[in-house]
């Protein structure tokens, strides 16, 4: 009864490898895929890029892909973009092994020809979708880890408050568009009490993270 109860139906991989006959054994600076969608004969990635790799990136999934679009470049942090693009499907693309198990992806980050694939699948699963991510990729090293769910994000009714107006006003952006003193006026609040309740998010926020990382 014990095996059971600690038995947990998904696991997260992370998996590193060379994909052969890619575009990412083309460039030599990082860029990380953060999410993906079927489009059938298509997939349509979202890709961050530094500025100043982005031709050099353009460049290389022009050279291996037939239908190859940008949609939208929009920017991410100061020296990085976030892209848009469609490309057509392989059939040995990784995405179409991580779905084929009914796997859950997280991430795939490359820099110098080395690929990083975090995702989660199914226990039972793990070998198949390794057995048909080596047809392609040439793994180098797997880990593991149980999949935990995280628990819920609470913020209490002042704090929602605050993080709304924090973001409607640009408190968070950067440069910033209001400091704390223009926020806590405009909430009607003292600044001390202003900066304790983002503390409070904040750290609310980096617990919630590490554990949905399953991090201690």
């Not at 190859?68 to 929009?74: C, D, E, G, L, N």
């Not at 952006?173 to 900066?195: A, M, V, W, Y």
Request: charged fraction near 25%; charge should be positive.
């Amino acid at each position: 009864m014990a095996g059971k109860k600690d038995f947990n139906p998904f696991l997260v991989l992370k998996v590193e490898g060379v994909h052969n006959d890619c575009w990412t054994t083309k460039i030599d600076f990082p860029t990380q895929i953060i999410h993906y969608r079927d489009m059938g004969p298509y997939v349509k990635m979202s890709v961050i890029v530094p500025k100043k790799g982005l031709k050099k990136f353009v460049s290389a999934l022009r050279e291996y892909y037939r239908l190859f679009s940008i949609q939208t470049v929009q920017e991410y942090s100061r020296d990085r973009v976030l892209l848009s693009v469609i490309k057509n499907y392989r059939q040995s693309s990784l995405f179409k092994a991580i779905d084929g198990v009914g796997g859950i992806f997280f991430s795939s980050k490359s820099e110098g020809g080395v690929e990083n694939w975090e995702f989660a699948v199914p226990t039972n699963r793990k070998e198949d979708v390794l057995e048909v991510m080596g047809e392609t990729l040439d793994i180098r090293n797997v880990r593991e880890r149980n999949f935990v769910v995280p628990n819920m994000l609470e913020l209490s009714r002042n704090e929602m408050r605050v993080l709304k107006a924090a973001m409607e006003l640009g408190y968070f952006d950067f440069p910033r568009r209001t400091n704390s003193s223009e926020l806590s006026k405009f909430l009607g609040i003292d600044r001390t009490t202003l900066i304790y309740h983002i503390r409070s998010i904040q750290k609310k926020l980096g617990m919630y993270i590490l554990n949905a990382m399953g991090e201690e």
